[in-house]
């Protein structure tokens, strides 16, 4: 059974770990508030310029199908329910 010196002690402790991911939070926060959302993804850019291109026959597409199968078929259930 437990006690309720023990319940207080397991109440501050799981405070005192709130009020530490808290900080960490607010620190997390001070460091991004500085940067922009542009800024936040230059980071893997700055090794040089990546093109992005690509070949469609190089595409992988053998689960388009299924996959719009699904969305359709998802989506006329929840019609259906209306």
Known sequence: METAEQREAAERK???MLKVRNKAV???SKILQ???VK???KEGMQEGNVEKHWDQSELNTSG???AKISLVSNQMSK???L
Do not use: A, T, V
């Open 26 to 28: 607010q620190m997390k």
């Open 39 to 41: 800024d936040r993804f």
């Open 14 to 16: 799981e405070l005192e």
């Open 34 to 36: 500085g940067l922009s």
């Open 79 to 81: 019609i259906s329910l």
């Open 64 to 66: 388009e199908k299924p």
